[in-house]
């Protein structure tokens, strides 16, 4: 059941910087032209938002999966 608080805890901690960043960046290279050996590029950053249900399901399955791992562990 140690694997199931493992992952419980990780849910919560990826919902948490879900919920406090709420999207993110990256940095792509395009060739704008391109003329026999010569190249222009430019960098393009795109951005995606991340909804905040997404973060509040991955606090929420975390919590309980950390109930889970609790009860299992009383049973024992």
């Known amino acids: 059941m140690k694997s199931i608080l493992i992952a419980g805890v990780v849910m919560i901690v990826l919902g948490a910087a879900v919920l406090g960043y709420g999207y ?8 704008v032209l391109q003329i ?3 190249k222009a590029t ?22 309980c999966a950390l109930v889970f791992a609790a009860l299992s562990k009383k049973k024992d």
């Open 42 to 63: 430019a960098e393009r950053t795109h951005t995606v938002e991340l909804p905040a249900i997404l973060g509040w399901l991955l606090v929420g399955g975390g919590a």
């Open 24 to 31: 993110y960046s990256y940095t792509t290279t395009e060739t």
């Open 36 to 38: 026999g050996s010569i």
